[in-house]
């Protein structure tokens, strides 16, 4: 299996409050996403990373902020978080030319 | 932009048989990566597949293969002889071959396997 770990799994936050959800990656993987995924909408891409320092947005990237400040980790904060944001998060790191690799996922409940 | 769509929210199939799920993609690229992913209700992504578009032949893993139809954008998977523990959402995904671009995934189909 991937090298790949989320943390924390489970998360339970008021409305309002700053969350950070962590991926850690052990293969040295370039590219890194954060998808959330919500009954019937699949996953959707919140943002991903290409490199150190570079990332970019995806369709659902409103609220939330990421950073990757080295290759192993890439960090996603729920700036103040909303009940529309309750939802499974999945990181998921790949190479150019692989599929993708997904961790355990975290859910999150905001009340 | 890139789409996927899976038009089978739901399918079933019984124990032994043969079930094909059903993938259809939108792009202007002539070279990119296909894929079906396989979420258990454990809840953990599995890539169960994957298929070059450059490649003619069709990609195969054991009980599992793909129907990769480029002209017509479809990339069908077919799983034989079905098992139990084959009950799970299945993604299909699509990615440009251009660095800096995610994956981008259907809606799904639940598929379930009747004893």
């Known amino acids: 299996d991937a090298g790949i770990t989320q943390s924390p799994r489970h998360k339970v936050t008021e409305t309002g409050t700053p969350v950070t959800l962590r991926c850690h990656q052990t293969?040295?993987?370039?590219?890194m996403y954060w998808y959330r995924q919500d009954p019937g909408h699949g996953l959707r891409l919140i943002h991903y990373s290409y490199g150190v320092k570079d990332t970019d947005k995806g369709e659902v990237s409103d609220g939330y902020s990421v950073s990757r400040s080295k290759t192993e980790d890439f960090l996603l904060t729920l700036e103040s978080a909303t009940s529309s944001q309750t939802s499974v998060y999945f990181c998921a790191i790949s190479d150019i030319t692989g599929g993708a690799f997904f961790g355990q996922g975290t859910r999150l409940t905001v009340v | 932009a890139q789409t996927v769509t899976q038009s089978q929210p739901e399918m079933s199939v019984q124990e032994a048989e043969t079930v094909t799920l059903s993938c259809t993609y939108d792009t202007s690229e002539s070279d990119y990566y296909l894929f079906w992913y396989k979420q258990p209700p454990s809840r953990q992504m599995i890539l169960v597949i994957r298929?070059?578009?450059?490649?003619?032949q069709n990609a195969t893993e054991n009980r599992f293969s793909v129907n990769f139809q480029k002209a017509a954008k479809s990339f069908s998977l077919k799983i034989s002889d079905s098992q139990l523990g084959d009950a799970a959402m299945y993604f299909c995904a699509y990615r440009s071959p251009r660095g800096n671009t995610p994956l981008v995934f259907g809606k799904g189909t639940r598929l379930s396997v009747i004893a």
């Open positions: 298929q070059e578009a450059y490649k003619q």
């Open positions: 293969e040295n993987h370039r590219y």
